[in-house]
């Protein structure tokens, strides 16, 4: 069974630029997560989706960030204009369904924004 | 509220030594409890996890972990460490009813000496 699959792997921008990132969940995987991991820090939420719908963006700096999941699939974070403290690993996990008591981790995407 | 404190931010431990990372969490409802693994330029991978029933939970790669409802506490330990354990480990509380929805620690990097 093929994982979580993000890309690119690593992206390099100056800040004010804008990025995006793409996350292909696990086949059948309805929930799907973002998360931002600051160097030295844990993993936090952003935004939850359950199939193509919002469950969570509490966390989300909406003023810069946005992210969809159009067809309840694969789902894109974007990041417009970046700022320095931006720069993170983003995650996507995903899971069968909302309750379900486990995520499946991507590798991430290692954001460097100078 | 969730939060999760892991007590240790680098463990130092030679090869073939035991070695315990310490997770205290606190939470007003029923909790899962996760231990992941992240090695270099890698997502999280799942080391174990403790949903209800016996308290010592057995992992992957040799890993286990005692839930102490009354310290809130999980430990994670390994009797005896190999190098290729030197990783970067996190704890992480999630709420019952959307475990997806987990609250990490900052990690402990384990690191293994010949």
């Known amino acids: 069974e093929a994982g979580v699959a993000q890309s690119p792997r690593y992206k390099i921008i100056e800040k004010r630029q804008s990025v995006a990132f793409w996350c292909n969940p696990i086949?059948?995987?309805?929930?799907l997560y973002w998360y931002q991991q600051i160097l030295g820090q844990g993993p936090k939420l952003l935004i939850q989706f359950q199939n193509n719908g919002v469950v969570d963006d509490s966390q989300l700096p909406k003023d810069r960030f946005s992210a969809e999941r159009l067809k309840g699939v694969d789902s894109t974070l974007k990041i417009q204009p970046a700022k320095l403290e931006d720069s993170a690993v983003y995650l996507c996990?995903?899971?069968?369904?909302?309750?379900?008591?486990?995520?499946?981790f991507g590798p991430g995407t290692r954001l460097t924004v100078l | 509220a969730q939060s999760v404190t892991q007590l240790d931010s680098q463990v130092p431990v030679f090869e073939e030594a035991p070695v315990e990372l310490r997770c205290n969490y606190s939470s007003s409802v029923s909790v899962y409890l996760f231990w992941y693994v992240q090695y270099p330029n890698q997502g999280l991978q799942l080391l174990l996890k403790?949903?209800?029933?016996?308290?010592l939970v057995k992992g992957i790669n040799g890993f286990e972990a005692e839930f102490n409802k009354s310290q809130t506490s999980f430990h994670l330990r390994k009797p005896s460490v190999h190098i290729s354990d030197t990783a970067e480990y996190f704890c992480?509380?999630?709420?019952?009813?959307?475990?997806?929805?987990?609250?990490f620690g900052d990690g402990t990097t384990l690191t293994v000496k010949p």
């Open positions: 992480a509380v999630g709420h019952n009813t959307n475990a997806g929805k987990s609250t």
């Open positions: 086949s059948g995987h309805a929930t």
């Open positions: 403790y949903l209800s029933g016996s308290t």
């Open positions: 996990a995903s899971c069968p369904v909302r309750g379900y008591n486990e995520q499946f």
